[in-house]
Nanobody, 120 residues
Framework: QVHVVESGGGLVQPGKSLRLSCAAS????????MEWFRQAPGNLRELVAG???????NYAEAVKGRFTISRDNAKNTMTLQMNSLNPEDTAVYYC??????????????WGQGTQVTVSS
């Protein structure tokens, strides 16, 4: 079994910062790409940022310059530092990990999501 858990969401005022964390655990042989997605009410789930095992990153245009993604390969963890938050960032944020189970195959594993609400 592979488990992916997000943490760090909450209510924050516009212009403030929040840090999300994601941890993949279980019978993991290796983790490749890790990504953050978000889904606001009535919207499709969208990619926010991604990071490869080697540390290459990509960001959605809407968050470039404000969000920073990072990971710790030894711990199979990932973080998303979110600065200068605005109400349009309000959404449920999901972590996705591309992982290989011990003795198994590669697959995508999703967390349950963490709510981020930006409001005054």
């Amino acid at each position: 079994q592979v488990h992916v858990v997000e943490s760090g969401g909450g209510l924050v005022q516009p212009g403030k910062s929040l840090r999300l964390s994601c941890a993949a655990s279980g019978s993991i042989e290796s983790v490749s790409a890790m990504e953050w997605f978000r889904q606001a009410p009535g919207n499709l789930r969208e990619l926010v940022a991604g990071i490869t095992h080697g540390g290459s990153t990509n960001y959605a245009e809407a968050v470039k310059g404000r969000f920073t993604i990072s990971r710790d390969n030894a711990k199979n963890t990932m973080t998303l530092q979110m600065n200068s938050l605005n109400p349009e960032d309000t959404a449920v944020y999901y972590c996705k990990a591309e992982a290989k189970k011990s003795g198994g195959t590669w697959d995508d594993y999703w967390g349950q999501g963490t709510q981020v609400t930006v409001s005054s």
